[in-house]
C-alpha cells in the first residue's frame, strides 16, 4: 500500500493523482527509521523521485481541484487533517478481493 514511486512509463504517460495525509500512521509522509519492520522512504521522497514535476496542491485547493476538468498529472494532493485514506470505488475493492 502506498506511493512508492518508480513508475514504468506506462504509469506516466496515464493520468497520476497521489493523496497523502501528513496524519497518516500507515503510509508515512516521512521516511520511516531504517529499522522498521518495513522501511519505507515516504510519500514525500517518492514524489520527488518521478522523473517528471508532479504539481502540488494542498487542503486549501481541493474545491478547486475537485471542480477542475484540467487536473495536471502527475498531481500530488497533501493532506495535513485526514487520517488513514481509503478512496477505492466499489469496482476496485471487488478487483482486489
Same mark, same amino acid.
Given at each position: 500500500?502506498?506511493? !512508492? $514511486?518508480?513508475?514504468? *512509463?506506462?504509469?506516466?504517460?496515464?493520468?497520476? +493523482?497521489?493523496?497523502? =495525509?501528513?496524519?497518516?500512521?500507515?503510509?508515512?509522509? *516521512?521516511? &520511516?527509521?531504517? /529499522? @522498521?519492520?518495513?522501511?519505507?522512504?515516504?510519500?514525500? #521522497? @517518492?514524489?520527488?523521485?518521478?522523473?517528471?514535476? #508532479?504539481?502540488?496542491? $494542498?487542503?486549501? /485547493?481541493? /474545491?478547486? +481541484?475537485?471542480? =477542475? @476538468? /484540467?487536473?495536471?498529472?502527475?498531481?500530488?494532493? !497533501?493532506? &495535513? &487533517? #485526514?487520517?488513514?485514506?481509503?478512496?477505492?470505488?466499489?469496482? &476496485?475493492?471487488? @478487483? +482486489?478481493?
Amino acid at each position: 500500500a502506498g506511493f !512508492r $514511486g518508480n513508475c514504468s *512509463q506506462d504509469v506516466l504517460s496515464s493520468p497520476l +493523482l497521489v493523496i497523502a =495525509s501528513d496524519n497518516d500512521g500507515v503510509i508515512s509522509m *516521512q521516511p &520511516t527509521p531504517p /529499522d @522498521a519492520r518495513f522501511p519505507f522512504e515516504g510519500v514525500l #521522497a @517518492a514524489v520527488e523521485s518521478l522523473p517528471v514535476s #508532479a504539481s502540488q496542491y $494542498g487542503e486549501a /485547493d481541493l /474545491d478547486a +481541484l475537485v471542480a =477542475s @476538468a /484540467d487536473l495536471p498529472s502527475p498531481a500530488f494532493v !497533501r493532506l &495535513t &487533517t #485526514a487520517n488513514h485514506l481509503s478512496f477505492l470505488s466499489d469496482r &476496485t475493492n471487488d @478487483a +482486489l478481493i
